[in-house]
C-alpha cells in the first residue's frame, strides 16, 4: 500500500504530494490518491486490531509516506445503542450514536487535525494555521501545543466565548476576524499563498480532509466488521460528510466488509443550508448563503465540497434536510435526556435531522442507523439556557419539602 | 476604468507568473474578458461555456460576486477583482 498523489476529483490531473489544494487546469480540489492493489483483507484487518487505541491504527488509509504519530491521538470513541432515544421517536429502528465530542479537545476535528499536523511535519512546516468556526480553532491550538509547532488560528470574531478560551489557552496566535466564517475563509486562502504556513484546511485540506475517514473506519469496526443500513451526518463545508462515504468505500473495494454505502442523510440548520437547498432543487452546484443560525460551528455558507455531499445524498438514496434553531434546541435536549450525551449544537442539527425522517416514517424496523455527534455542549452553552428551572431552596428539610410536595403526594 | 485583478498561485503558470494584472471594464464580465485577452489560457481554467467553474470563486473589493449580480456585478473605480479556489475550508 502507498500513497500515489493528489488527483483532481474534477477533470482527474495529478500532481505531487505537496502542499497543494487546487487543481490548477479547473480549481477543482485535490484528493489523495493510493494505490491498495497489495493489500490483504485478513493481514490488514489483524493488524489494525493490534494497532494504537486510536486513529493511528488505520495509517495504512492515511496519507503518510512514513509512519505518523501524535501525542495526542484521537479516535475509538464510543458507538452506543440508543433505544430510548428511538423509543422517543417512535422509531423501531436500531439507532446508535457516534459520540465524537470524547475526543481530545472534544470535537471530531481532532482527526483531521491529527492527521494535518502530523503532515505539516512530515513536509517540513513549523506553523500550522487555520479558518474556522471554533471546533477546528480548539485542535489546532491544542495539537499544535502538543507537537511543540507555532500556530495561528483564525475565527469569526463573534464566536462563542467557550469556543474562544478553549482555543486561548493553548498558547496560539488566536486571530479573531470581524466578518463570517468565509469571510474568514477567503482571508486564510490569501493568505496561504504569501506565509509559509500548513493552513490545515487551505493548502493541507487534501490530506486533513483524509482524518475524516476514521469515523468510517470505527463505525464498521465497532459494528463488527459491518456497515450501517444508514448514517445522519452533520453538513457544513461537506468534507466529514464525503469522506466517511469514502472510507466505507475503500473498506468495500478491498473486502474489508461487504455490502453496499449506507444511505446517507445530511443535515444542516435553516439558518445555512445551501446544502440542503441545493439537494431540494436539484442543482449541482450550491448557491452561497449569509449564515444566522446558532448553529456556529455549521455556518460555512460557501461550502467547497457541497456539490459532492449533493451527489452523494442522491447516489445513496438519501436526502439533506435543515432544521430551525427551535428544533435544534430540543433536538439537544432530546438526546441528552435519552442518552446522557451532551452534544453541542452541530449535533442537535444532526439529531434534529434524525427526528424528521423518523417523523417522515423514512426509518425501516431493524434498521440500523449511525449518527454522528461531532461535538461537545460544553462549547454552546448558551443554547440550553432558559430551559430548564432550577429548585432553590434554604438549607433545612421543610425547604425541600415545600418545593417537591406535589410530586410526593401525587 | 483601471482595475487590479489578483491571480492566484494556481493560474500564475498561465499569466507568466504574474499575480496582479491591471486591466479595463465596467463589469465583471468585461473585466475577466480584458483578462482573458492579455493572458489566453486563462479562460477555459475559469470558464466553462461562458460560465465560472464551478470551483472558481470572484470577489469585488472582498464580497462575493454572486451575492452581487454575478458577472454583471459593476465595477467601482479602483475597485479590486480577486480570483480564488472555491475549495477551502471546513
Partial sequence: MAIENLKCKECGATYDLGAHFACENCFGPLEVAYDYSDLDPAETKRKIQAGSQGIWRYADFLPFEGRPGDPLEPGLTPLLRADRLAERLGTEAEIWIKNDAANPTHSFKDRVVAVAVAKAQELGFETVACASTGNLANAVAAHAAAAGLESYVFVPANLEEQKLLATGVYG???????????????????????????????????????????????????????????????????????????????WLDIGLVEGEQPVFNGAQAEGCSPVATAFAEGW?????????????????????DGPYAVEQARRTGGGIDSVTDAEIRDAISLLAETTGIFTETAGGVTVGVLKKLAERGELAAGERVVVYITGEGLKTLDATRDRFRMHEIDPVLSSFESEFTQEVTV | MPVTVKIPTQLRAATGGEAEIEVSGSTVGEVLDAVFEAH????????????????????????????????????????EVTILPAVAGG
Fill in chain 1, 284 to 304: 449541482d452546484v450550491c448557491k452561497p448563503q449569509r449564515p444566522d443560525t446558532i448553529a456556529k460551528s455549521l455556518a460555512i455558507g460557501d461550502p467547497a
Fill in chain 1, 172 to 250: 496560539t496566535n488566536l486571530v479573531g476576524v470581524r466578518g463570517n466564517y468565509d469571510d474568514v475563509n477567503r482571508l486564510c486562502t490569501q493568505l496561504a499563498e504569501t506565509r509559509p504556513w500548513a493552513f490545515v484546511n487551505v493548502n493541507l485540506r487534501p490530506y486533513y480532509a483524509e482524518g475524516s475517514k476514521t469515523l468510517a473506519y470505527e463505525t464498521a469496526e465497532q459494528l463488527g466488521w459491518e456497515l450501517p443500513d444508514r448514517v445522519v451526518c452533520p453538513i457544513a463545508s461537506g468534507s466529514l460528510f464525503t469522506k466517511v462515504g469514502r472510507g466505507f468505500q475503500e
Fill in chain 2, 40 to 79: 489566453g489560457g486563462l479562460r477555459e481554467r475559469i470558464t466553462q461555456d461562458g460560465d465560472l467553474r464551478r470551483f472558481v470563486n470572484v470577489y469585488v473589493s472582498g464580497e462575493d460576486i454572486r451575492f452581487q449580480q454575478g458577472l454583471e456585478t459593476q465595477i467601482d473605480d479602483g475597485a
